[in-house]
């Protein structure tokens, strides 16, 4: 545990556990099958947690991103696709609560905190790659109505989303910078399935491509035309950086508790001797890794708070270092920690399927880390940013 | 607020970091410069360019989204700095 529990997240606790256990459970399977994972979203659709984020006044749990840190962690430690799927759902739901209009809120909010409607995130591109900021195909249309036409290569939960939120260039006219965020039901589009997801890892996540087209009212424009890069800054980018973190670091702190429990039990492999300095040195190691970067998720996360409860923007370059710096550990060090304890329990232990513990699933998944909105990229905006930032003002 | 007269080389700076601002166009004040092509890697090399060019320093509080929001703002960032370092810098003529 790291720090005071957030409120939601504290009367969640004692529910928390079955979730954990129930995304446990089907975890193996979903990974085998690359099987979106249906059964494990049904109870925390019932449970609320699809309206984490949506104000009570709309009948969610009004949570903030401190819960979503700490709930993300516990649930992937059940099933890391799972938990991402769901984390990435309340990215969304961020951006509709803080940009959407009244009327757009009003219409969609009850439906996500009931549960009905699971929104995925439609940013890739096939003509552009993973620009966050920028988009190719424009919104057309007239009259108060919207035309879009759109081909993503990489869209989690593409095929089982109720909603989606969508990035287009804003007109023909506009230049690639002028991105509008549109919302989207499913029952406005004709979606076409481009490609599967047979992934290394993740394989749950079903991020396959589609070709969405679709008219709708010119209201389901979120925020200003041609103004994402805002939402980005301030919600979309801070959402999806945290929760990503506290996914990949809950994983790896899950992994790190199950090599302890196999060290504490008669199961262990005869290699793994407990009194051996090796062992000591690398279980200690791990635990670092897992402290410092944990550590950071929380600050960072009580930075964007902080800024938020005060009106600040987060577009200061000290706030998008930490950020982007956030994802980066995250990512290499939640990698590191699992790659550590495969070597650590050895063969049979860390690199079979069939082994009682996970680690070949998690070191799996966890390759995707840094993948996942490329870490290189983020390292050479940084690279960038902190040149602007002469007080090196740190976390 | 009336147009803010630059120096030929402050524009032919601002010129070499905005891939899309054609070289038939003139540099309009109020374009916002994200829509020349800025992005947040280019800005960074226009403000090491201009700091070099002008011999001043912009202070960390001058570094926020709306100082490098279009041609005008930008100018206003850099006499501002100039002036926190003490550096006069002629304008509109050329300098």
């Known amino acids: 545990m790291n720090g005071t529990e957030p409120p939601v997240a504290a009367r969640l606790r004692d529910d928390l556990p079955e979730l954990v256990r129930h995304l446990a459970q089907h975890a193996a399977d979903v990974d085998t099958e690359a099987a979106f994972p249906l059964e494990s979203l049904a109870p925390l659709r019932a449970s609320g947690l699809f309206g984490l984020l949506v104000p009570a006044g709309y009948g969610g749990l009004g949570g903030d991103l401190a819960d979503l840190r700490a709930l993300a962690g516990d649930l992937a430690g059940g099933c890391l696709s799972t938990a991402l799927i769901w984390a990435m759902h309340c990215q969304q739901v961020d951006s509709l609560v803080r940009y959407a209009s009244d009327g757009l809120k009003a219409e969609l909010l009850p439906r996500v905190a009931a549960g009905e409607l699971y929104l995925a995130s439609v940013t890739t591109e096939r003509a552009r790659g993973a620009d966050l900021l920028t988009a190719e195909a424009a919104l057309t249309g007239s009259a108060g109505t919207i035309r879009l036409e759109r081909d993503a290569p990489i869209v989690t939960g593409g095929e089982f989303a109720e909603g989606f939120l969508i990035t287009m260039r804003d007109s023909e006219e506009a230049g690639a910078n002028r991105v509008s965020l549109v919302y989207a039901d499913r029952s406005q589009l004709k979606i076409e399935v481009s490609s599967r997801w047979d992934a290394l890892g993740m394989r749950g996540t079903c991020s396959g491509g589609l070709k969405i087209t679709g008219d709708l009212p010119e209201h389901q424009i979120i925020g200003e035309r041609g103004q994402y890069r805002t939402i980005a800054v301030e919600s979309m980018i801070p959402a999806a950086h945290i929760s990503w973190a506290a996914c990949w670091l809950g994983a790896a702190r899950n992994a790190f508790a199950q090599v302890i429990g196999l060290i504490r039990s008669p199961r262990r492999p005869r290699s793994l001797d407990p009194d051996s300095p090796l062992t000591a040195v690398r279980l200690a190691r791990v635990r670092a890794d897992l402290e410092l970067a944990t550590c950071y998720l929380s600050q960072v996360t009580r930075e964007v708070l902080d800024l938020r409860s005060r009106g600040i923007s987060l577009s200061a370059p000290e706030a998008q270092i930490h950020l982007n710096t956030l994802k980066i550990v995250a990512a290499e060090k939640s990698f590191a920690v699992v790659n550590d304890l495969v070597e650590l329990v050895g063969l049979s232990m860390g690199y079979l399927r069939s082994s009682s513990i996970p680690l070949e699933r998690n070191l799996r998944d966890l390759r995707s880390a840094s993948l996942n909105f490329a870490n290189d990229r983020l390292l050479v905006t940084n690279g960038a940013l902190v040149l602007m930032d002469r007080a090196v003002r740190l976390a | ?95």
């Open chain 2, 1 to 95: 607020m009336a147009a803010t007269p630059w120096p030929d080389a402050f524009a032919d700076t601002v010129r070499a970091h905005v891939p899309l601002l054609r070289a038939d166009s003139s540099l309009d004040p109020d374009t916002a410069l994200a829509d020349y092509g800025l992005n947040s890697l280019k800005m960074v090399s226009l403000l090491i360019a201009l700091e070099d060019q002008f011999l001043i320093t912009v202070p960390d509080e001058l570094l926020i989204d709306s100082s490098f929001s279009n041609t005008r703002s930008l100018w206003s960032t850099i006499q501002q700095a100039a002036a926190m370092s003490g550096v006069t810098i002629a304008d509109g003529t050329g300098a």
